[in-house]
T-cell receptor
């Protein structure tokens, strides 16, 4: 069985604060893919990043960065200097070699001006 | 490049009826996946089609079915609707199973 846990249901920060969204996954497969998606208010899910299980390099894209640690089965997402436009629901997802997708329950991020 | 389109955007049905939802993927994408999104259960994977074949299936009853056509367009069917089927149904397309998915706006189904 596979599982994705996003323990933080809601996070509220003030603009320009840094914020980290946690994602912990469970799978017995050795080959798998991890994803982060963003769902803005009344908007469509938007892809942010994909990582495969063999690539533990951290990644930075502008104000976004991702920390993948297989030892703790975590794939955390950090937004630096948050902005109001970052307000959204963020989903972490796991896809194993079998191809089935499992999404976390999502973390609602509110960035206040 | 046109995004993923879903029709209709909104549907109201009554219990016992059946419904068909449609999804047109991004051109060149052969994989189409369907998800059910509800406040209580979150995003649940229904199934994935690739080149007209069902590749993967989630844990939903047989009332939920789908198909994919040769042009990669996909339809999802729900028979004998129940109140609990009220949800946002999302379609996502990708080039292949493990590539990033592009989501459509969803079809909001309300079962009365």
């Amino acid at each position: 069985a596979q599982k994705v846990t996003q323990a933080q249901t809601e996070i509220s920060v003030v603009e320009k604060e840094d914020v980290t969204l946690d994602c912990v996954y469970e799978t017995r497969d050795t080959t798998y893919y991890l994803f982060w998606y963003k769902q803005p208010p009344s908007g469509e899910l938007v892809f942010l990043i994909r990582r495969n299980s063999f690539d533990e390099q951290n990644e930075i894209s502008g104000r976004y960065s991702w920390n993948f640690q297989k030892s703790t089965s975590s794939f955390n997402f950090t937004i630096t200097a948050s902005q109001v436009v970052d307000s959204a629901v963020y989903f972490c997802a796991l896809k194993t070699n079998a191809g089935k997708s499992t999404f976390g329950d999502g973390t609602t991020l509110t960035v206040k001006p | 490049k046109a995004g993923v389109t879903q029709t209709p955007r909104y549907l109201i049905k009554t219990r016992g009826q059946q419904v068909t939802l449609s999804c047109s993927p991004i051109s060149g994408h052969r994989s189409v996946s369907w998800y059910q999104q509800t406040p209580g259960q979150g995003l649940q994977f229904l199934f994935e089609y690739f080149s007209e074949t069902q590749r993967n299936k989630g844990n939903f009853p047989g009332r939920f079915s789908g198909r994919q056509f040769s042009n990669s367009r996909s339809e999802m069917n729900v028979s004998t609707l129940e109140l609990g089927d009220s949800a946002l149904y999302l379609c996502a397309s990708s080039r292949d199973t493990f590539d990033e998915q592009f989501f459509g706006p969803g079809t909001r189904l309300t079962v009365l």
